[in-house]
């Protein structure tokens, strides 16, 4: 499995842009970078998921470079609602809804009013 | 359309006793995977089920077992517990579609005294 490095943590203020990035060099041909976000006490969710360049939702932008060795994560203007711990994951193979998730310690992001 | 559902949401054990938790997949899922998570810490991949057989584990001992029934929800049973036990036990649900998002439950905190 290709292991991923992040920051533990990063502070941001409500309404500017936060970018996590994650590094993964050993990251394989057929492998998926995913994003989920955990609140406390809560499951986490998925927020994001591409394979190279950039993928855009609702939520957030994934910006993959070329040799994938690493990932960007970026939040639009945060609210104090997005403070959460974010986890970089890279796919084991082929992204079915069958593989088993390797969650490293995530990156807790704290917005300040 | 009921996402995720697991229950007790809160329970108390007894070093060395047993406890059972429970999983509803979410509709139109027939994956439901095992995650245990410590404070602090990532989520940790218990086990796997579809079609009610276990079809991977993580690095768990034996005291850790489950099971699927026809309707798809699924139980995991900690045998002999002990205090290392004590975390947020997490429930995902997914199907084998290629690219399937993985949901979770909010999951089940147990504390072992």
């Known amino acids: 499995l290709a292991k991923t490095t992040q920051p533990i943590s990063m502070d941001s203020y409500e309404g500017q842009e936060v970018n996590i990035t994650c590094s993964h060099n050993?990251?394989?041909?057929?492998?998926?970078i995913t994003w989920y976000q955990q609140f406390p006490s809560q499951g986490p969710r998925f927020i994001i998921q591409?394979?190279?360049t950039k993928v855009t939702n609702e939520v957030a932008s994934l910006f993959i470079p070329a040799d994938r060795k690493s990932s960007t994560l970026s939040l639009p203007r945060v609210s104090l609602s997005d403070t959460a711990v974010y986890y970089c994951l890279v796919g084991d193979g082929l992204d079915t809804g069958r593989r088993a998730l390797t969650f490293g310690s995530g990156t807790r992001l704290q917005v300040q009013p | 359309d009921a996402g995720v559902t697991q229950s007790p949401t809160h329970l108390i054990k007894t070093r060395g006793q047993q406890v059972t938790l429970r999983c509803s997949p979410k509709s139109g899922h027939d994956t439901v995977s095992w995650y245990q998570q410590a404070l602090g810490q990532g989520p940790q991949f218990i086990f796997q089920y579809y079609e009610e057989e276990e079809r991977q584990r993580g690095n768990f001992p034996d005291r850790f077992s489950g099971h699927q029934f026809p309707n798809y929800s699924s139980e995991l049973n900690v045998n002999a517990l002990l205090l290392g036990d004590s975390a947020l036990y997490l429930c995902a649900s997914s199907s084998g579609v290629t690219g399937n998002t993985i949901y979770f439950g909010e999951g089940s905190w147990l504390t072992v005294v």
């Open positions: 050993n990251i394989a041909t057929n492998d998926y």
């Open positions: 591409g394979y190279k």
